[in-house]
């Protein structure tokens, strides 16, 4: 087996140095019945052709995102990846090393850490960001518990434009730990009354923007009302590329901000793994999950990074941590901050740009398109379409014709009767005009 | 004035009119650098053994429980800015905070300095 | 119960002043300033033209501030990043000893498999029917996963090993809510050498934690959970092989206790490698169990994560599985989204999973197949008491001489009086080039040293690690004292000013900070 290093002659001497028999004998505190029954009907090893040949057979039955014109979004985005981010991530020292628990022989990736937490930092508008959570969602999950320990309360709202998905990683997690949650019905065209309903027993109100259906919402009035009402704001975003144009969650008075950061280096990966974003005040840091990195020096006074305010975690805190997370999402962070760097600023602000003029084009498009109408006002680069009929046909009548023409709002809540006939369009700096060319004749076709 | 301490290693100091609470140099040197307290609040009330503060350095943490039941009357700001003061002088500036007893009668189930020391003798 | 063990983080006195270049530099060690010291936000390495005018449709909600985010040209940013990952330590650089992480070989075929466009490229909510090959590999590793673990089912979509604990204990809980139970099984054991996301998960989830302790030999016995059992308890969470890299050889009993009092059993398969292709957790009477990918199917660790932690369901527990699920309609495979109509618990996270986990992970159970499965495990376990053997007369072993599994543990006790802590030992490693062990973990034991070389060391491998620990060993017992506690003096930087860190918390940068 090509990654075993020992031989029959080495196990042997090494059975003798430790004064066995036979390998068994090192087993010898399991059950006899269970070490006999092992695992059946398996096959044995493969070389690496066999398994490549194996993997690329199932890789080619899938309809891969760069081979169709692509319209899907909905929390995870397609865009271009430089090449250089792939390969520098793939670096021996940063895809085979641990956890920098050892700070000295870590440098590399507490750095890189310290500056990730900088740059979310600056794009969200917060002072401060942890090290990545696993993916949004779960970033959003942890920010509500959060918040029920800042506020000593136990009872979240979330809004009807948060991901359904979203919506439901925090229902889990709220109905798991006894605690209160209410989530508004689908509100399509960001109209919900959301002010009203924050009393003094409401601990966080969760609002996305833009939200799943494509909104950019004005958070200043909903942030305003939470603090008047002792309450925290969680902001969601679930495509991190639009804060390089609109006005940060930290500007408009968010006081948690969560977001799925995949567009920025991470792949579409079928969903996973994907680099969750967590940013928030100062004087809440104490009561934030995951790994943070901090400044300090070294014996000889050289500047140094390390991981820090541990207490706050499973490790050393046990049950009375803030959270039982114990791995961040190291390399898909490595990849956002690298791609990240490469744009820069200006260079953010360009594709940014690029992506909304992009689906401003597209919603203009089908403005000549009978019986479909834009149903989003104000958006970044994905809205939401309403077709005659059912969305989910639609799209798969796209399909069949090579098109992946987005999300049908019934795939995300299929409860809700309302939703039936519409979908969700992403259009992002991949899509040429000959995709939104092919998309409307494929929208036309299928309709 | 007498001294009196917990099996978790907080002390009481009785004082003319209060009472003032903290850890002992041992907890202090079995944590490490204390880099960080959080205290009470003014005027929060308490039963024995309620946890009423938590105390961290840098690998570890422990609660701090009240070693007996009454009313927080001061709390040691110092301690925010200069965590420290609990490593250097535990039982002097380093203390967390000042209480009023509600039965001075409770104290008796507690360990005095030469118990307290032969506690901690006796844990290696 | 919090670890009220502390340990010294501050850096002291400087002993060794290094002669300092120019460049701060030395060789090939680089000092590189951060991104935002060298950036500019006018600098790109992405050349991408500027739309033509439109009218945006934004809410008026442009950004109007500038955020600060430097850019660095392409050149530039392969230099920066080169240079950072030079100052990191990697498995593929050298033996990587941290007990209970395993370190092992991660093979580039994998890497490779989870690059193809066919899964790299794919979104998690295209249409069903254009994703079945993707839909097909997860289904191939849920069934090794089931074969291997002999159980009934298993939830994928957990993104680690805690959100894997959380998801079968949430399993647990709704099991127990349908029993009606809900509101009187609220006490889940977990013992004193659990891993600190056992107790974290347990009340995270709103139980409350009973500690279990360990027995003299490291182990839990049938005999010290019996008496913790009762109608209030929901669970135990019970890691096996435990946290000392034994195995807990009375877990059939206490598994049998367990069911009998109605209460579930959670193992905490994060040393699955140390069974693997040998043994089926299902055989020993488990109902959940996680596994973590990044461990036992060599997922790399990534400086610290991507991971991602399936979780293993009995048949008691297999229906209140989270959504999303599979399931085979026909010809095609199904994924279920919508927990409406099922017994799902609920949703772990957005999408099915780390899909890009379960492609490197299958290349890597398919490369090894069974048999090679068990060879790995038995050499994981081979190579552990290997290395016990050779260095039990130098150092202590807390729980005498037999054998361990997958990791060697050694106390502090033969350090005793030498001026020398753990930390310090570990340290020393560093100047030999060597990562340390993992240090002061598990909990129950003294100044704990934790050893897993894993399958992937050669025998000459192993021996050049012995004798180097061995030579320090007699250094320390020799009085050499300085070179432990001033040590690492060889690495990129010396010992950190942890204290100092924690006290006053810098996490991020600022302009301010530039000019102060």
Known sequence: MRYLPLTDDDRALMLARIGVAKIDDLFADIPAGALASGPKDLPPHRSEMEVERILKRMAGRNLTASTAPFFIGCGAYKHHVPASVDHLIQRSEFLTSYTPYQPEIAQGTLQYLFEFQTQVALLTGMEVANSSMYDGSTACGEAVLMAHRLTKRRKALVSGGVHPHYAQVVQTVSHMAGDEVEVLPADVSATEDLLSLIGPDVSCVVVQSPDVFGNVRDLTAIADTCHAQGALLIAVVTEVMALGLLRSPGEMGADIVVGEGQSLGNGLNFGGPYVGLLATRQAYVRQMPGRLCGQTVDADGRRSFVLTLSTREQHIRRDKATSNICTNSGLCSLAFTIHLTLLGENGLRRLARTNHANACKLADQLSAVPQVQVVTQSFFNEFTLRVPGNGARVIEAMAQQGVLGGVPVSRLLPEQSHVQDLIIVANTEVNSDDDRARFIDALRAAI | MSTYYTKDHEYIRIEADHAIVGISDYAQAQLGDVVFVELPALGQSFGTGDQVAVVESVKAASEVYAPASGQVSAINDALEASPGLVNEAPQGAGWFFKMTLSDKSQLASLMDEAAYQAFVASLG | ?516
Not at chain 3, 73 to 98: F, T
């Open chain 3, 1 to 516: 119960m919090s670890s009220a063990q502390g340990r010294p983080t501050a850096i002291g006195e400087s002993t060794k002043k290094h002669k300092v270049s120019f460049t701060g530099n030395r060789g090939l060690q680089m000092e590189e300033p951060l991104i935002f010291e060298g950036g500019r936000p006018e600098v790109s390495g992405v050349d991408l033209a500027e739309p033509e005018p439109f009218a945006m449709r934004l809410n008026g909600l442009e950004r109007d501030t500038p955020m600060g985010l430097p850019g660095l040209s392409e050149p530039e940013a392969m230099r920066h990043y080169v240079r950072l990952s030079q100052k990191n330590y990697s498995i593929d650089a050298g033996l990587y000893p941290l007990g209970s992480c395993t370190m092992k070989h991660n093979p580039r075929l994998n890497e490779a498999m989870a690059r193809l466009p066919g899964f790299a490229d794919v979104h998690p909510l295209q249409p069903q029917q254009s994703v079945q090959g993707a839909l097909e590999l997860m289904q191939e590793v849920s069934h090794w996963l089931m074969a291997l673990t002999g159980m009934s089912a298993v939830a994928l979509s957990p993104k680690a090993g805690a959100h894997g604990e959380a998801c079968g204990m949430m399993a647990i809980k709704a099991a127990i809510a349908a029993r009606g139970e809900a509101q009187t099984r609220t006490v889940v054991l977990v013992p004193e050498s659990a891993h600190g996301t056992n107790p974290a998960t347990a009340a995270l989830i709103g139980f409350t934690v009973r500690p279990v302790p360990a027995g003299p030999d490291g182990t839990v016995s049938a005999k010290t959970v019996a008496p913790l059992l009762g109608p209030e308890v929901a669970a135990i969470m019970l890691t096996n092989p435990n946290t000392c890299g034994l195995f807990e050889s009375e877990i059939v009993e206490i598994a049998e206790l367990v069911h009998q009092a109605g209460a579930y059993f959670y193992c905490d398969g994060a040393n699955f490698n140390a069974l693997v292709g040998k043994v089926r957790p299902g055989d020993l009477g488990i109902d959940a169990m996680h596994i973590n990918l990044h461990k036992t199917f060599s997922t790399p660790h990534g400086g610290g994560g991507p991971g991602a932690g399936p979780v293993v369901l009995s048949q008691r527990l297999a229906a209140f599985a989270p959504v999303p699920f599979l399931r085979a309609q026909g010809e095609s495979l199904q994924l279920v989204e919508d927990a409406q109509g099922t017994q799902a618990f609920g949703r772990m996270t957005a999408f099915h999973g780390q899909m890009g986990m379960f492609v490197r992970a299958l290349s890597y159970i398919l490369s090894h197949g069974v048999d090679g499965l068990k060879q790995a495990c038995e050499d994981a376990v081979l190579n552990a008491n290997y290395i016990k053997a050779c260095l039990s007369d130098v150092m202590s072993l807390p729980f005498g001489q037999r054998p361990c599994l997958h990791e060697a543990l050694f106390d502090d006790d033969w350090l005793k009086g030498s001026g020398i802590t753990t930390l310090d030992f570990a340290k020393a490693m560093i100047d030999e080039g060597y990562h340390p062990m993992t240090v002061y973990f598990p909990l129950v034991v003294h100044g704990a040293m934790l050893i897993e070389p894993t399958e992937s060391e050669s025998l000459a491998s192993l021996n050049l690690f012995i004798a180097t620990l061995r030579e320090l060993a007699f250094a320390a017992k020799n009085g050499e004292v300085e070179r432990f506690t001033s040590a690492p003096h060889y690495a990129p930087r010396r010992r950190l000013d942890e204290t100092g860190a924690a006290r006053t918390p810098v996490l991020r940068w600022s302009p301010l900070q530039a000019q102060g």
